[in-house]
Nanobody
Framework: QVQLVESGGGSVQTGGSLTLSCAVSGDAWNMKSLAWFHQAPGQESEGVTALYFGGGRTFYADSVKGRFTISQVRGDNTFYLQMNNLKPEDSGTYFC??????????????????????WGQGTQVTVSS
């Protein structure tokens, strides 16, 4: 199993930048993908971006293309979400998640919550006008 811990959230003005981190511990070798989700207050989580380890593919929501980037420094089990040109609608809680172990969840798309079986606690982002 694995544990995921997000960090790096905070407050920033419109147009600013933040970098979120997702530190993974445990049996990280058995992760199949890593995704970031965004949840506005009172709303369901929505997929922001994902990285598939099998072929190195990345996916992005249309709303963040060109502004957000998912990455991993080689040799480290920490994943990053670089967020540029932030907008007020980007505010909310950001979670990282992974589909660890079994392949049974592969039937779900990258942006579907049910694909992932381990989640971090979330980190808060506030973007002010």
């Amino acid at each position: 199993q694995v544990q995921l811990v997000e960090s790096g959230g905070g407050s920033v003005q419109t147009g600013g930048s933040l970098t979120l981190s997702c530190a993974v511990s445990g049996d990280a070798w058995n992760m199949k993908s890593l995704a970031w989700f965004h949840q506005a207050p009172g709303q369901e989580s929505e997929g922001v971006t994902a990285l598939y380890f099998g072929g190195g593919r990345t996916f992005y929501a249309d709303s963040v293309k060109g502004r957000f980037t998912i990455s991993q420094v080689r040799g480290d089990n920490t994943f990053y979400l670089q967020m540029n040109n932030l907008k007020p609608e980007d505010s909310g809680t950001y979670f990282c998640a992974t589909d660890w172990g079994s392949m049974s969840n592969d039937r779900y798309e990258w942006s579907e919550v049910l694909r992932y079986n381990f989640w971090g606690q979330g980190t808060q982002v506030t973007v002010s006008s």
